[in-house]
Structures are given as C-alpha cells and as structure tokens.
C-alpha cells in the first residue's frame, strides 16, 4: 500500500506508513490452538487464521503493540491504551464466542475484573460457519 493514514486502536496512534502496521489475530493462534483450535479441522483453523467475517478478528495495530501482545490473552496483556480496555475485551469475548473457544481462570478473572469497569460496554457477535 502507499499512501494513507491507519489509526491503530491499541496505543491511539495514526500510522501513515503501512510497514509500520500488523495484523494482529485478536485472540492469537497460539491462544486459539489452547482454547480448543487443535481439535478443529485443517479447514476450520484455515478459517479462523483468515476470518474476514467479523470486523474485530483481525485488527490492524502498530506492529510494536502487537508485537508486545504476542500470544498473551487479556490475563497478562491489554492494549497500551487504557481508555480501549472496554473494546478489547469485548472483542475479545465475541472473538472466542464466535468461534466456541474456552478460557482459562485467569483469563476469565481479567476479564470479568476489566468488565466490571464497562457498564455500557457490551458484546455482539455471530457464530462463524
């Protein structure tokens, strides 16, 4: 891509070269695989590696905060950027909802815990094919 301008949710920044961009997974592979992906199909995985049937399972970020999120779930990461704490975790509960994913005790505390601080927040999402 030339020219432009991405803004990168995370860390509330624009980005007006695209080599300063990543696709991030919203939940990650690595997290997905231990959330239930490794009994899934080739094909299902395929899908979910390149869901383009939800706005929020693949984001656009800078790459230095995906790259700092790495494999982590919301237990050990969130976005630099306090004030899009309420978004992410509902992405990424409509991520793992879509998609019939578990979560772990820690990664349900975190989210319940950030939650708690999102009255207004809420989470839609529709299961994937």
Avoid: F
């Amino acid at each position: 891509l030339t020219g432009g301008s991405w803004w990168s949710y995370y860390d509330q920044v624009w980005v007006t070269s695209a080599s300063g961009l990543d696709i991030d997974h919203m939940v990650p592979l690595a997290e997905s695989w231990d959330s239930g992906a490794s009994a899934w199909t080739p094909e299902r995985r395929e899908a979910y590696a390149n869901d383009q049937g939800a706005a929020a399972s693949l984001v656009a970020v800078t790459a230095r905060s995906n790259r700092s999120k790495a494999d982590q779930d919301p237990s050990t990461w969130l976005p630099p950027a306090a004030a899009v704490h309420c978004r992410y975790v509902a992405e990424w509960v409509a991520t793992k909802l879509r998609w019939s994913l578990t979560a772990d005790e820690a990664e349900v505390a975190a989210l319940q815990e950030t939650a708690a601080g999102c009255p207004d927040q809420s989470v839609t999402y529709e299961p994937a094919a």
